[in-house]
């Protein structure tokens, strides 16, 4: 086995079967060639594979065949499906990774600059908005990188709910380097603290999981009317965000307030895994502030706070009979008539909560009933959805859903209580004053509501459009990501007045 690097790839040493471990050793067939890091080396094998159709992913090796190149990329725990068009197929496993080295994506690039083989680029994106392809990345955040760039390392390191692990790894690693830091690891939730001594503490906080893949990534760039687009999955819900967290993380080492960055998991599922909350149960005072930004999209504009949302189920009981003798039943959909008749009837209020007007809504969502095409239904059920605004408290919710349905009874099937914005504070009005966007109300629930659980006010505010969100076209404009950067940043670096 050799372990020397810097070992050009000769065509003569080159088959079809060949897998590649680290980015320091290549095996073709029963033959082990070293291999350097350098470009030149990367665009040697480049050249030389293309046309093996080789394509293998297990626990450390992924072979991309259509690219013609073959690279370890660490990935344990991921499932097959996320890797579109890969199969599994028997191959030698050489030298075991426990971390993504290196990530590929899946096309040759034609604008590589002058003077380079035109096939790959070490270290970097092809910045032409119509290239989708050999991109290769050294898969160690940098977070000095250009806001673009790192948002694009992040998207490429897939981390659907529950595989957060390696990009927590990542940014875990990224942050040691700076001594500003301190680093708090909580399972997939890592935290990053400052303590300067300043006389307020705010914390800044994403989550890094999102929904699952849907052939969108790895992500690409894609120029439209209105500037460059990042599109790919959680570019929008929320890596951009994180992105501008991670890039003033590093870069913020004498801010005016203390700050605590918070990059957490499970969001994007149950409230009972979500990593802030995890945080705010057991170790609540890493959560300690004056006040509190979530990176969630924003369409980089601020929204205050956040609705309440609670789900009922309403069951209307029956009597079973034979569809032929309707008369000796009692039909339980029918008898639903009367619940969907006083929620079209309700009447929504506009509520003025510090200045911003929350809508609240009350909808039938799911609808249960029936046994057979020729039985009476002896039961029907409704669930129901209330959003209230953040004047109310649970208990307010409850009341109002009592005095709605008056007569009936309810099963509550979901609670999440509403956050009031906060924005009559003094740091809130700094923080608007330094972003230059007005406030608007948050229409649906976010995390903000766990800070506000802790007496901390918060906003929501971050790059793309919210209604982008989990659709599989998601993106975020390139130039919101500096938006966002820099009303952070003036916020952060602005000398208050005595």
Known sequence: MLHYPAVIIQPEDVHACVVVVGPGLVAVQDDEIALSNRALELDAL?????????????????????????????????????????ALVE????????????SLERRL???????????????????????RGARLILMRLDLTSDLVALLQAITDVESVSGNERQLADMVEEALQGY???EIIRDGDCVIARTHFGRDQRVVIAGHLDTVPVANNL????????????????GTCDMKGGV??????????????RDVTWVFYDHEEVGADLNGLGRIAENSPE???ADFAVLMEPTDATIEGGCQGTCRILITVPGKAAHSARSWLGRNAIHGLSDVLNRINDYDAREVDVEGLTYREGLNAIRVFGGVAGNVIPPSASVEINYRF?????????????????????????????????????????EFVESVGATPKPKYGWTDVARFSALGIPAVNYGPADPSLAHTDNEYCPADQLDTCANGLRRWLTTKKEA
């Open 46 to 86: 480049a050249r030389e594979l293309l046309g093996h159709l080789l394509e293998v992913v297990d626990e450390g090796i992924l072979a991309v065949g259509d690219v013609g190149v073959v690279l370890s990329v660490g990935l344990a725990g991921m499932k097959v499906e996320c890797l579109a068009g890969l």
């Open 91 to 102: 191959h030698e496993v050489i030298e075991g990774r426990d971390r993504l080295d290196i």
């Open 109 to 131: 690039c034609g604008h590589a600059p002058e003077g380079s083989c035109g096939r790959m680029q070490l270290g970097g994106a092809c910045r032409e908005s119509s290239c």
């Open 179 to 181: 001594g500003h830091l």
């Open 218 to 233: 790895p992500s690409h760039l894609e120029e439209a009317p209105e500037g460059l687009h990042v599109v790919g999955r």
């Open 243 to 256: 992105a501008v967290q991670l890039q003033l993380a590093a870069e913020l080492t004498d801010a005016n």
């Open 286 to 288: 890493l959560l300690e």
């Open 389 to 429: 605004a953040p004047d109310k408290s649970p208990d307010d919710a409850l009341a109002e859903l009592r005095r709605v349905f008056h007569g009936y009874s309810f099963e509550l099937t979901d609670m999440s209580p509403a956050a009031r914005p906060g924005l009559d504070r003094e740091i809130a009005k």
